[in-house]
């Protein structure tokens, strides 16, 4: 049996590989937090493991390590959750005194695990999956619309006065393709002009097809979240894709925190005062913002307290006010909808 513990970051992580006594086997790998994670981690399990049955144990990091579980679930291997005390208990038992550095923390997880069999298991929750390739799907699409749009716009020199997003109407569309009859071109660089046109068009539907699927998916799974005034289902199918299990979050603070809507206190000043949060999951940060902005525009409560925090905090002041506020009533919602989808869970395990 072999433990590989593993030492999660943003940009990069640190594996260490362990037999069934704990002792190291193999070299330290760190690995690029790309596209190409998975595969390196596999490769290079597989060169010293010798076909033992490998178990990867994960400090608990989940914003920086989900998809990295996710991978590795898929890949038919099973996945441990080591808690931050775990880690830090077995390096002080294990590492030299002081000795700290992501190897030694690799590591300690790996002796965690080992000693701790009733570590939480990765799981993956389907719906939760569904919605997470479609919208990442979805991502990819928009932004090859808005590349090909672009670009039509530089080398046609029409439609300057307008947004990627107008072409994603038919009747834009219809009348950009006008234009283009009306041009005095030549034969090659209409028909490229004509491809791009043709290529616009077939994303918008296969856009349109795939937010029939979203709203489908979601109506079902976030009833209560889709009440806040300014949460779409797109937006919500981005916060379940990006949050999955809520309750990995015991309060709303600490969703705030990974949403990068927390305020971070300055100490340095001379008076009390808090800075932007610049890190967090910037797409959760994107959803939180809009939200905000149609609240300000058509939720009285929102306008409300906007009122009352703009003269002292100035609007982006304020707004970022607003955001924090919206993260407790998401934490709130989404506790609710899940609660919802453990009874549905336990009921057709009853039934079946």
Known sequence: MVTVGIDPHKHVHVAVAV???GKRIGKPLTVKNDALLIITLLTWIRSIADGMPVTWAIEDGRGFARRLADGLLLAGHEVVWVPSRLTVAHRRLH???????DSVDAAAAAHAAIATPTLDRHRIDEHVRELRVLVDYRSDL??????????LKAQLHVWLNHT?????RAKNLTSLAALLEAAELGPLIRRAFTNMIAEIADLNQRVRDLDTTIRELVDPLAPTLLQITGISHTSAAVLIAEIGDITRFSNS????RYTGCAPIPVFSADKERHRLHRGGNRRLNSVLYTAAIVQKRFD????????RHEPTKGNRGARRILKRHLV???HRAMATDHASWQHHITRHRLTV
Request: hydrophobic share 50%; aromatic share 0%.
């Open 19 to 21: 037999d069934g006594g």
């Open 95 to 101: 590492a030299a005194t002081g000795a700290k550095s």
């Open 142 to 151: 928009l932004k090859r619309r808005t590349m090909i749009v672009n670009q």
């Open 164 to 168: 990627p997003g107008d072409l994603a």
């Open 253 to 256: 603070a600490k969703l705030a």
């Open 300 to 307: 009285p409560a929102a306008q409300a307290l906007l009122s």
């Open 328 to 330: 407790d009533v998401i």
